[in-house]
């Protein structure tokens, strides 16, 4: 047996207690054993001494593309920060500039123990970027399309995008769709967008329920949305009683997509969307800066929905830290419902992974440390100052550790971050990502005179 045993003072399954003094065992890319150093079978030693080994993170949501972008649009109203964005991603960025962005997005994501990573990306470069670094994950081409006019023009535009994209498929990574949100995609291409990926077998992932601004165009045909679109000619009329209503009634549901924030759904949305087997991705510190508002989380995680968490993009956030996420869910849940019970710490680090994979339907294959699944792990340290002294350590986890740097990252049996550096890092992209910020900035100053 060729197996790799990696040791450590905590082994944190997810699907079983913790385990001190634990041992997981690897062989071609496999979990092979779980369990206690004594019984654990021969192999290489691999010693990652005071810390915790869990399943590698999965960020549920992400948009790796837009790097630069962090900190430039902070301090704007939700439609002007869409607009502006929109605005500076024409005037200054190219596919190699949002290529290297992806990249630093990933090595900042791997850094904090994600090995999982579902992005909705327009550029089409994150496919690309996850692939060559070795990680895990779906990138769902984002596609617009307010004018019905203009529907099945949209689509053949998709069609030709994820033919390129699926040639650039492997293992790890795969290609799905993500018709963007029901203020940017008419009726007309949800439905069509929709029967084309269940034709293709093809993953979907909506923005869904994030703004009160896009309760009011769906509910009430009212709003800044509402307002923008009859601008540009389109026809505005009330969509649906909700936004999770309106994608029930047009047959989006029924493809179980992954649905974005769901910050402000009802019990009757939880029942539809529980129904459809639709995964939630819940992006607690980007709907907060956002000022979108505190999604229901428990009600949701209570009608039995596959809720994983996200960090969004970085220019809603400014960081990529899942177990930041989940510290974050349980005190906005906790202050939302003034309990001190709500949402435990190992509901919230379940979040961060079997969650997210169930989420994304890869619960079966990634996770939790178990025989016979892929073997994605993360190892975080328990060490002074920041986590000692702990009695729990999935309390320290997600308490005390975020920001902490993962020690020691793998993705199907292959090491990318030994301790504590990444194992393959061009510091010459940084610089590239660092001078398209300051372009970016100089776009901004000058459209703000």
Not at 249 to 271: E, K
Request: aromatic share 4%; with cysteine.
């Amino acid at each position: 047996m060729n197996a790799k045993l990696y040791s450590a003072r905590y082994v944190v399954p997810i699907s079983a207690p913790a385990i001190s003094d634990g041992v997981v065992a690897v062989d071609a890319g496999r979990i092979t054993y779980v369990g206690d150093r004594e019984s654990a079978p021969t192999g290489e030693l691999v010693e990652l001494g005071e810390c915790a080994l869990v399943p590698g993170l999965v960020n549920s949501h992400t948009h790796l593309e837009l790097t630069a972008f962090r900190g430039l649009l902070d301090g704007l109203g939700f439609r002007d920060w869409i607009v502006t964005l929109q605005a500076a991603k024409s005037a200054v960025m190219n596919e190699a500039r949002f290529l290297d962005a992806a990249h630093l997005g990933i090595e900042e994501g791997l850094l904090a123990g994600v090995t999982t990573y579902a992005d909705s990306c327009d550029s089409g470069v994150a496919l690309r970027a996850m692939r060559d670094a070795g990680v895990r994950g779906v990138m769902y081409q984002e596609l617009f399309g307010p004018d019905p006019a203009y529907a099945e023009a949209s689509l053949a535009d998709l069609r030709a995008k994820i033919e390129r994209h699926r040639a650039a498929e492997s293992e790890l990574v795969r290609a799905g769709v993500s018709p963007h949100a029901p203020y940017t995609v008419s009726d007309e291409l949800f439905a069509q967008t929709t029967a084309y990926a269940r034709r293709e077998s093809l993953p979907m992932a909506i923005h869904l329920a994030e703004s009160e601004a896009e309760l009011a165009l769906v509910e009430r045909g009212e709003g800044p949305f509402a307002d923008a679109l009859r601008a540009r000619g389109i026809d505005v009329r009330v969509r649906g009683r909700s936004p999770v209503a309106l994608l029930e009634r047009l047959g989006v549901l029924d493809a179980s997509p992954l649905l974005i924030h769901c910050v402000r759904t009802t019990a009757d949305d939880h029942a539809r969307i529980a129904a459809h087997r639709c995964g939630v991705a819940h992006c607690p510190a980007s709907n907060a800066k956002l000022g979108h508002g505190v999604a229901p989380l428990v009600e949701m995680l209570a009608a039995g929905i596959d809720v994983g968490l996200g960090s969004d993009s970085v220019a809603s956030n400014d960081r990529m830290n899942i177990l930041d996420e989940a510290r974050l869910a349980i005190l906005s849940q906790r202050a939302r419902l003034m309990s001190a019970t709500a949402l435990p710490a190992n509901a919230a680090l379940e979040l961060a992974t079997l969650g997210g994979a169930r989420a994304l339907r890869m619960g079966g294959r990634i996770g939790s440390l178990e025989p016979g699944k892929c073997a994605d792990l993360a190892a975080f340290p328990l060490e002074a100052p920041r986590t000692t002294p702990h009695h729990d350590p999935i309390a320290a986890l997600v308490w005390s550790s975020g920001g902490s740097r993962a020690t020691m990252v793998m993705v199907a049996g292959r090491e990318l971050v030994r301790d504590g550096r990444l194992v393959h890092h061009d510091p010459s992209r940084a610089t590239r990502v660092s001078e398209t910020a300051a372009e970016l900035r100089a776009w901004l100053a000058h459209r703000m005179k």
